[in-house]
């Protein structure tokens, strides 16, 4: 029997509790709804995409903020951060003391140990590292924004579902960083299309089609590198770490597909391959092709595509049984969100709705954050981000095996890639390893069907 998504998520709810229902009786102290002291930030993973959420962080018209501690594996990833803020931010440039500055494995809990009850860690490491890192923030009674995506399997996925209910209990609020949903435009498109301005929505179509992506294309290790910290560096290019740019990338198109139907999808099918891999010994499809399914029986049709010299697009469409309209077509900001008559998409004539573009929303995804923080509004995203990258694992999965992936039995889906991910040390064996010739495991559809690729 097929299962909705509404069911699905009731599951989980009875295996962790009515989380929900008690969660006024265990509230901490709000150290910061008065609005007029100053929110303390931890940076846990400095990247670019770390850099740019802390950028916005301390760039919200709901501060104070500060930054006061930052965390990552590499040294190199740390200090380039900070320097890029400081050029920035030039007036709310930080100034994170040397003792707060933190590197390896264990970093994490260094940065979280740094705030207060009530402060905000930024989880921006590699996915694989999320559940392990925000059940610690938790236990610390931190508010939190993670990236997303916040789970690459399906076990790892019902863990976050868990730990978000935990989060409830605790009166933490935390961002996802799904930003495409803070969006103003998108948001009145959606509200317009669930009043029925679109009619019954039959078709959604969506595309991130581009160039080589040069974190997805990844040369054989050198031999005087360590293989987890080389993986971690690139980290796109294995599942076990973020899902593949599969995950990374085309859950943004998903996650406001999904919006506009206000429904998960039931089912997924899939094609997808490696056709000009040369010496690259990443994990990654060149393209993928998805065929999602509503339980009404509407059809999300999703391509995804890194080669060079081919058709680029980056933009989602839905069609009703009345109109059509522009989900977004210029990637996250802006979206150009617009409806038309009839399924006469671009056609000036037809043109029914459209207007202005608001704020962008990375920006906005931390006002709301920080706005909550300091009045103690409900705020918890994580099971919509927890939604979002299982059924983003279905469709990479459905690809990967050659198999029809329903959502049932993903939520129950046994295989995780790192089961021990908490274990792992620097210098210690990652979860994965390459052959004797320095290559990994690549997915094998209609070879390999349980999982996404078998250890050799």
């Known amino acids: 029997m097929a299962v909705s998504p509404s069911d699905v998520v009731l599951s989980r709810r009875q295996v962790v509790g009515a989380a929900a229902?008690?969660?006024?009786?265990?509230?901490?102290?709000?150290?910061?709804?008065?609005?007029?002291?100053?929110?303390?930030l931890a940076l846990v993973g400095c990247g670019g995409r770390g850099s740019g959420a802390a950028e916005n962080a301390l760039s919200s018209v709901c501060g104070p903020t500060k930054l006061v501690a930052m965390a990552d594996v590499d040294q190199g990833n740390l200090e380039g951060s900070l320097s890029s803020l400081q050029k920035k931010l030039k007036d709310k440039a930080p100034d994170v003391a040397k003792e707060n500055q933190f590197v390896g494995f264990d970093a994490y809990k260094k940065a979280m140990d740094a705030?207060?009850?009530?402060?905000?860690?930024?989880?921006?490491?590699?996915?694989?590292?999320?559940?392990?890192?925000?059940?610690?923030?938790?236990?610390?009674?931190?508010?939190?924004?993670?990236?997303?995506?916040?789970?690459?399997?399906?076990?790892?996925?019902?863990?976050?579902?868990?730990?978000g209910e935990e989060a409830k209990k605790k009166n933490l609020k935390v961002g996802v960083g799904l930003m495409c949903r803070h969006c103003?435009?998108?948001?009145?498109?959606?509200?317009?299309?669930?009043?029925?301005?679109?009619?019954?929505l039959t078709l959604l179509?969506?595309?991130?089609?581009?160039?080589?992506?040069?974190?997805?294309?990844?040369?054989?290790?050198?031999a005087d590198q360590d293989e987890l910290a080389w993986q971690i560096k690139n980290f796109h290019s294995f599942l076990?770490?973020?899902?593949?740019?599969?995950?990374d990338f085309l859950i943004h198109n998903i996650d406001e597909a999904c919006w506009m139907k206000n429904a998960w999808p039931v089912e997924a099918k899939a094609c997808g391959g490696r056709h000009y891999r040369g010496n690259f010994i990443d994990q990654n499809f060149d393209n993928y092709s998805v065929?999602?399914?509503?339980?009404?029986?509407?059809?999300?049709?999703?391509?995804?595509?890194l080669i060079d010299n081919c058709h680029n697009e980056f933009a989602t469409y839905a069609h009703g049984t009345k109109n059509s309209a522009v989900v977004s077509s210029a990637g996250h900001y802006p979206a150009r969100s617009r409806i038309y008559s009839g399924q006469?998409?671009?056609?000036?004539?037809?043109?029914?709705?459209?207007?202005?573009?608001?704020?962008?929303?990375?920006?906005?995804?931390?006002?709301h954050l920080l706005d909550a923080?300091?009045?103690?509004?409900?705020?918890?995203?994580?099971?919509?981000?927890?939604?979002?990258?299982?059924?983003?694992?279905?469709?990479?999965?459905?690809?990967?095996?050659?198999?029809?992936?329903?959502?049932?039995?993903?939520?129950?889906?046994?295989?995780?890639?790192a089961p021990e991910v908490d274990k792992l040390v620097l210098g210690g064996p990652s979860p994965l390893r390459a052959n004797s010739e320095g290559k990994y495991p690549v997915p094998q559809p209609g070879l390999i069907t349980k999982t996404e690729y078998a250890i050799v």
């Not at 008690?22 to 008065?34: D, E, F, K, N, W």
């Not at 103003?184 to 019954?200: S, V």
């Not at 076990?240 to 740019?245: C, D, E, P, Q, R």
């Not at 207007?355 to 929303?361: A, D, F, I, S, T």
């Open 21 to 40: 229902a008690v969660a006024s009786t265990a509230l901490l102290p709000r150290a910061h709804a008065a609005g007029d002291e100053t929110i303390n």
């Open 115 to 163: 705030l207060r009850p009530g402060d905000v860690v930024l989880l921006t490491t590699p996915p694989a590292f999320r559940w392990v890192q925000f059940k610690y923030a938790i236990e610390k009674g931190l508010n939190v924004f993670m990236e997303k995506p916040i789970c690459v399997d399906a076990p790892s996925g019902r863990r976050m579902l868990e730990l």
């Open 184 to 200: 103003e435009l998108r948001g009145e498109l959606f509200d317009r299309i669930q009043n029925g301005e679109l009619g019954d």
């Open 205 to 222: 179509r969506a595309y991130r089609m581009a160039g080589r992506t040069a974190s997805c294309f990844t040369e054989p290790k050198p």
């Open 240 to 247: 076990w770490l973020s899902g593949g740019g599969y995950s």
């Open 291 to 305: 065929e999602y399914t509503f339980s009404d029986g509407c059809k999300f049709f999703l391509e995804g595509r």
């Open 344 to 367: 006469k998409l671009g056609d000036k004539k037809s043109l029914v709705w459209s207007k202005p573009e608001g704020p962008n929303p990375y920006q906005l995804e931390w006002d």
């Open 373 to 417: 923080i300091r009045k103690d509004k409900p705020y918890n995203e994580v099971e919509r981000g927890a939604m979002a990258s299982i059924v983003t694992v279905m469709g990479r999965k459905a690809a990967h095996t050659g198999r029809v992936i329903t959502l049932e039995e993903i939520m129950m889906d046994g295989h995780e890639f």
